[in-house]
C-alpha cells in the first residue's frame, strides 16, 4: 500500500464560523485571521494506492460553480485534483473508488463536472464506484434548513444517476472493522449525520483521515466545535472519545482542512488530549 496527498485547492472561511461560540482572541492563535475575519483552509484528500484499487478520499469543491459562488470563499493557491495526480503519475481516469466522508460541497463538489457541452453534470471519474452510507445520502438528499446550501444537488445526484453510487455498511458501535474499501470507518453524527473517518492501516501506524471532525490542530479542545456542526454537544462527545483513542493508540491525523499542519499525533495532557508533534505528509508516506 501507498499513500498519496492530494491538494485539491485552498479557500478561507470565516473564523468566527469556523470556532463557534470560542472568542476571536483564543482561536486567532492557532488559526489567525485576515481583515475580513477570513482564516487560510485546505482541502487536502488522501488516495490510497492498494494492489489494483486506487481509492480517493474526498474531492474537495471543485470547479462547476459560478463566479459568485467562488467569490464567497477566496479561492487561493494553485493546487487541484488533477495537477495533483499528474504529478505522482495518475490520471483522473485511474481512479477506483472515491470516497466521501459527507457530502457538504467542499468535500464532494469535485466529484461531478460539467459535460463538454456545459449542457448537462456527469461523474467526473468516469471509471469509479463513489462510495457513501444510506442514512446520510438521505440526509443530503432531503436536507435541513440548516444544511440545505452545503448539500448542492448537481454535486450529489449525478452519482446515483450514473449508476456508479455504493452505500457502505453502517456500525452501530460507532467503528465498521475492515469495510468494503479495506480500512476501518469511525461514524460521527455531531457534525452532519453519519459522517465516515477512514482509519487505515499503513505499515505499523494507523492514519486516521479527520475530515470534519477535526478540521485543524486549532480545534483540538473540546469545546472548540464548528458553528456549523448540527449537534455541537454531540460533537463534544465523539471528539471527546476519537481524541482519547487516538492518544491512546498514537493514531496519526492526517488533517484535511488545516492549511499549515498536514499530520499529528496527539498526547494525554492536564488540560485534556493536546498536539504531541507535527509531520508532513513525506515524513510519514515516504519512511
Given amino acids: 500500500m501507498q499513500l498519496y496527498p492530494i491538494e485539491s485547492g485552498n479557500f478561507k472561511l470565516d473564523g468566527g464560523a469556523m470556532f463557534g461560540v470560542v472568542p476571536k482572541s483564543l482561536w486567532q492563535r492557532t488559526n489567525p485571521a485576515d481583515a475580513n475575519n477570513m482564516i487560510d483552509i485546505a482541502a487536502r484528500c488522501l488516495l490510497i494506492e492498494d494492489g489494483n484499487r486506487l481509492i480517493l478520499i474526498d474531492t474537495g469543491m471543485g470547479d462547476k460553480q459560478n463566479d459568485k459562488f467562488f467569490g464567497y470563499y477566496y479561492l487561493w493557491g494553485t493546487d487541484s485534483i488533477d495537477n495533483s495526480l499528474k504529478q505522482l503519475g495518475f490520471h483522473r481516469d485511474d481512479i477506483t473508488d472515491v470516497f466521501m466522508t459527507h457530502l457538504h460541497f467542499d468535500h464532494c463538489g469535485g466529484s461531478v463536472q ?43 445526484l449525478p452519482m446515483q444517476e450514473s449508476g456508479q453510487l455504493k452505500f457502505t455498511g453502517i456500525a452501530e458501535d460507532r467503528l465498521l472493522k475492515n469495510s ?11 457534525h452532519t449525520d ?9 505499515k505499523d501506524k494507523t492514519i486516521a483521515f479527520m475530515a470534519d471532525l477535526l478540521p485543524t490542530v486549532g480545534h483540538l479542545p473540546l469545546p472548540f466545535v464548528m458553528g456549523y456542526d448540527t449537534r455541537p454537544l454531540l460533537t463534544l462527545d465523539e471528539k471527546e472519545l476519537f481524541l482519547n483513542k ?5 493514531f496519526y491525523l492526517f488533517l484535511e482542512h488545516d492549511a499549515h499542519n498536514q499530520i499529528i499525533t496527539v498526547k494525554h495532557t492536564e488540560k485534556g488530549v493536546r498536539l504531541d508533534k507535527t509531520y508532513t505528509t513525506q515524513d510519514i508516506f515516504t519512511n
Wanted: charged content about 25%; overall charge negative; glycine content about 2%.
Fill in 180 to 190: 468494503e474499501l479495506g480500512f476501518d470507518i469511525f461514524f460521527a453524527d455531531g
Fill in 194 to 202: 453519519k459522517q465516515m473517518i477512514p482509519l487505515i492501516k499503513y
Fill in 114 to 156: 460539467w459535460n463538454k457541452d456545459r449542457t448537462a453534470y456527469e461523474p467526473a471519474f468516469k471509471n469509479a464506484h463513489f462510495w457513501s452510507n444510506k442514512e446520510h445520502w438521505q440526509w443530503a438528499t432531503q436536507p435541513n434548513n440548516r444544511e440545505k446550501a452545503s448539500f448542492l444537488t448537481e454535486n450529489i
Fill in 246 to 250: 487516538a492518544a491512546d493508540e498514537n
